[in-house]
C-alpha cells in the first residue's frame, strides 16, 4: 500500500539526483537507488520521470504557498506584506540549494511541464503576489497606474532570477541582500525623484 | 569549405526544430532536414546539438547587443536609456516567437550551458544594464542606494520573465505594453510616495 512518507522520500532523493546530474540525464533507476526502494516502487506513486518533476515543484510551491499564508495572516500593511513575501520565498529557497536548483533550472528542461497551464499551484503563487499589489492600491499605499498581474509576474521573475544565480553559485553576495534590495527596488524605484503618479 | 550563410541557415532551422519538439527530443538530422543539408554537414559547422543551442543564443545575444548599443548610442538620459533598453528587448523577442521560446525555455534545459561561466555575449548584456543604472548613479537620476549589478539582474529577471510568458502564449496583452509597464515599475516603483533615498 501506497505510504506517504515513502513518497516524500522519492521526492526528497529526486531532488538529488536531478540536482546533481540533471534532469535529462537522470534515471528513474537513480532516484530509485538513492530513495533505498525498488525501482518498481516509483511507479505506485509516479506516472515517469516528468512526473516526479511536476510532483517536486507541486509540493514545493504547496510548501511555500503555505509558508506565505502563514507570515502573512496578520500582516496588513502592503509594504510589509510585499517584502514578507520575498523574505519567504528566499529564506525557502536557501533551505536547499539543490530544490532551487530543480526548481529553476532542471523544471524548465520539462517541456511537458511547460505546455502545462493547469499548474494551479504556480498559478496561485502569482495570483498572491498581484493579490498584495491590489490590496495596496485598494490601501492607495501604492499607485493604481500599474496592472497588478503584471507586476506580480515582473516581481516573480526577478526573484526567480536573483534565486537561480544563487543556485548556480554565481552569486557572492547573500539572498538575505538580494531580498532586500529587490524589495527596496519594486517599491520605490531607480529614480531619485518619483514621476507623477 | 564553410559557409557563412549555411551556419546561418542551419541556426534558424535549428531554432525552428527546437520550438516545435523541444531540445531534447529534437535530433540533428531533423535540424539537417529542415536546413536542407545532408547530416555530415552540421558537423562542420557544430560539434553537437548543444554546441547549436549555444551557438543559437550567443549569436542571438550579439545581435541583440549590437541593436542595443546602436539604438543607445545618442540617448544621454539614463530614464530613456533604460526604456530605450526595454523597448529594443522585447522587440527583439517579438520578431520571433520560435526564436523567443528556444532562449527563454529550451535554453536552460541545457545544463552544460547553464554552468558555463564564460558566457561571455551574456554577461556584457548584464553588464550593459548594470552600466545603465550606474551612469543613473552618476548623474544624480537614480539612487545611489541600490547595487547596479542586482538591479540589472533583477530587471532582467522581470523582462525575461515576461518574453517567456509571452511566447508561451499564455500573454493576452501585448509585449510593447508590457515593456512600458516594466519600466514605469523599475523607475518610480509601486509606492504612491517614496521612501527616503
Not at 36 to 47: E, N, S
Not at 70 to 85: C, G, N, Q, W, Y
Not at 99 to 124: C, H, W, Y
Not at 159 to 176: F, H, K, T, V
Amino acid at each position: 500500500m501506497a505510504q506517504p512518507d515513502k513518497r516524500r522520500r522519492i521526492l526528497d532523493a529526486a531532488v538529488q539526483v536531478f540536482a546533481q546530474f540533471g534532469f535529462y540525464n537522470s534515471k528513474v533507476s537513480q532516484v530509485a537507488k538513492e530513495a533505498g526502494v525498488a525501482d518498481g516502487t516509483i511507479y505506485l506513486y509516479f506516472k515517469n520521470k516528468d512526473d516526479i518533476l511536476i510532483q517536486v515543484f507541486v509540493d514545493s510551491i504547496d510548501e511555500i504557498l503555505r509558508r506565505q499564508e502563514d507570515a502573512l495572516a496578520d500582516i496588513v500593511d502592503p509594504i510589509e506584506r510585499l517584502s514578507t513575501f520575498a523574505r519567504v520565498h528566499f529564506d525557502s529557497v536557501a533551505e536547499s540549494r539543490a530544490l532551487a536548483e530543480v526548481i529553476t533550472v532542471e523544471l524548465r528542461q520539462s517541456s511537458k511541464f511547460m505546455r502545462n497551464t493547469d499548474l494551479k499551484p504556480f498559478g496561485r503563487y502569482l495570483a498572491m503576489i498581484a493579490h498584495i499589489v491590489e490590496e495596496g492600491q485598494a490601501h492607495g499605499a501604492f499607485s493604481s497606474r500599474l496592472n497588478p498581474r503584471l507586476a506580480a509576474r515582473a516581481f516573480f521573475g526577478a526573484i526567480d532570477e536573483l534565486a537561480l544565480e544563487w543556485a548556480m553559485g554565481r552569486r557572492q553576495s547573500s539572498l538575505s541582500d538580494a531580498c532586500e534590495q529587490t524589495v527596496d527596488l519594486f517599491l520605490s524605484g531607480l529614480v531619485t525623484r518619483p514621476h507623477a503618479n
